[in-house]
């Protein structure tokens, strides 16, 4: 059989070789199949595509806001037209369920694009009236912005990235993780046919490396990291040396705490959303699950009955709910908390890979709950990226937000109660960037998303976004004389 063509960079409107000689395979993580090979980007692509992405923005930021408004608008109609082709290529990428592609990761993707669509032609300044004078604002994009994608939601991201990015006038150079290349390579053809100049979104195949090179280049006016919180401290500290605006979205170890009178169906349901949707390769799962003791008990048994009922399988069946982790090492990584977790823990569901007939070429584990688990152990304080739920007990209020706060991370929370006032005074103390009254995990582009501590800087989404992807600049009009003391 004819080997697919290697996958190529993406820079200033077209397929760029790599002159690196290095290439790396795409693999399919629920079979082991090598999907593609793909060119390693070296220090020449970054150079050429920082070039580009230069040329391009001079292109780009002269239009109006109403006409780059136009041009995404018709790139989002292209992103849902082929939501399928698009979900198919992140369910091999990635190992996720199909019926979470089809539903969330491509249709989330074009509803950001809309969104910063309709505000690309209401970006404005301020005006001031001073004494003699008058000044105004400006609200200019920044240039040439990075963004760098995890691999559990990749067309996402680098919508969640693009969109704002473009609709402000600035270009971008996307660098997906190394382990799902592909998407962004049909992001790019996407945004061409929609009408958006060469060299105005690029996409740069490589692995921290290609990364690297791009966070230091002096071109580079923004980077945009969405990866563990490790990469973050790197990547803030290499864009420190031209100064370099940066927006991070991080790890975390979110709690979700459900009180005595919490719906206890809804409550189980956000959990096992929380947990085991994406196979637990959530950057906001709830995974520090804080229940009330006077419904522990029930609330454990309800969870754990229904969990069983979870069907682990083929990523591409649409009834799978339970697909593959993204590449064997992490599997193992996984395997190795759950194996630690049993010395600590009480384990009452899942705890072991899946190996039934051709599950065992894959990544597969079961979804994994662990109950009695104290604040100190391992599978409590630290990010898994994996389908493992700790359950844990609580008795009061303060308590609970003591301990729900006692992380490094500050990512999301969730709090279930039926009790308003409570709901509200415990989000006000609650140390995360979004936090969910009676549900879990739910993210429309409307809402700022972003983390707080260590969980990350700056926020995607919503209308602060704009903020991070454009510059004031403060004009000073004089209305007299210059007043001048020699
Ligand atoms: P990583 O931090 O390993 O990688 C993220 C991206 O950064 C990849 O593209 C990676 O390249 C690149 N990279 C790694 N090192 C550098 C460097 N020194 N300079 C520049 N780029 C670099 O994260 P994962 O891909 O493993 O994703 C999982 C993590 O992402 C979890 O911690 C998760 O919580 C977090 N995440 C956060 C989200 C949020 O919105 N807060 C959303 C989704 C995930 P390479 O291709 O080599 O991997």
Request: negative net charge; aromatic residues 6%; charged residues 20%.
């Amino acid at each position: 059989m004819t080997p697919a063509p290697a996958l190529q960079s993406y820079i200033g409107g077209r397929p760029v070789p790599s002159t690196s000689g290095e290439t790396f395979d795409d693999i399919d993580p629920a079979t082991g199949a090598v999907i593609c090979r793909v060119e390693q980007a070296g220090a020449a692509e970054v150079d050429a595509a920082v070039a580009a992405a230069q040329a391009g923005f001079a292109l780009w930021s002269a239009r109006t806001g109403a006409e780059r408004g136009r041009i995404l608008n018709r790139a989002a109609l292209l992103l849902r037209a082929r939501n399928r082709e698009i979900a198919e290529i992140e369910v091999r990428d990635t190992g996720k369920p199909i019926q979470e592609a089809l539903a969330v990761d491509v249709l989330s993707g074009a509803d950001c694009i809309e969104y910063y669509a309709g505000l690309a032609a209401s970006l404005h300044g301020e005006h001031y009236q001073l004494k003699g004078a008058f000044a105004y604002t400006r609200r200019e994009p920044l240039g040439v912005c990075v963004g760098i994608g995890a691999w559990n939601y990749p067309v996402q991201i680098a919508c969640w990235k693009s969109a704002p990015a473009l609709a402000c006038g600035n270009a971008m150079i996307f660098k997906p993780a190394e382990l799902t290349p592909r998407s962004a390579a049909v992001l790019a053809q996407i945004y061409a046919e929609a009408g958006v100049p060469a060299g105005v979104f690029n996409v740069v195949q490589g692995d921290a490396r290609t990364g690297q090179l791009l966070v230091r280049h002096p071109g580079v006016a923004k980077v945009s990291l969405t990866g563990e919180v490790g990469t973050g401290k790197r990547v803030m500290a290499d864009a420190a040396g031209t100064l370099k605006h940066v927006t991070m979205e991080l790890g975390g170890k979110s709690p979700l705490v459900i009180f005595a009178d919490a719906d206890l169906d809804n409550a189980v349901a956000a959990a096992m959303m929380g947990n085991f949707y994406t196979q637990g390769e959530v950057c906001t799962n709830g995974t520090r699950v804080f229940v009330h003791e006077s419904i522990h008990d029930a609330f454990l048994e309800r969870l754990v009955a229904r969990t069983r009922g979870m069907k682990i399988g083929d990523p591409l069946d649409p009834e799978t709910q339970v697909g593959a982790l993204i590449s064997p090492e992490h599997m193992q990584r996984v395997l190795g908390y759950i194996e630690r977790g049993k010395r600590a823990a009480r384990l009452v569901c899942g705890g072991t890979r899946v190996t039934d007939g051709d599950l065992a070429r894959g990544c597969f584990v079961e979804p994994t709950i662990f109950a009695d688990c104290t604040d100190d152990i391992e599978l409590v304080r630290e990010e898994i990226f994996g389908p493992v739920m700790a359950v844990l007990k609580f008795s009061g209020e303060d308590e609970v937000i003591r301990r729900a706060n006692a992380t490094p991370f500050g990512l999301a929370a969730g709090v279930f109660t039926r009790d308003l006032a409570r709901a509200h005074r415990v989000v006000a103390q609650l140390q995360a960037g979004i936090c969910w009254i009676n549900n879990y995990n739910i993210t429309p582009v409307e809402i700022p998303f972003g983390g707080a501590k260590q969980s990350g800087l700056g926020r995607e989404n919503g209308l602060v976004t704009i903020e991070h992807y454009t510059q004031l600049k403060s004009v000073y009009v004089e209305m007299g004389d210059v007043a001048c003391p020699y």
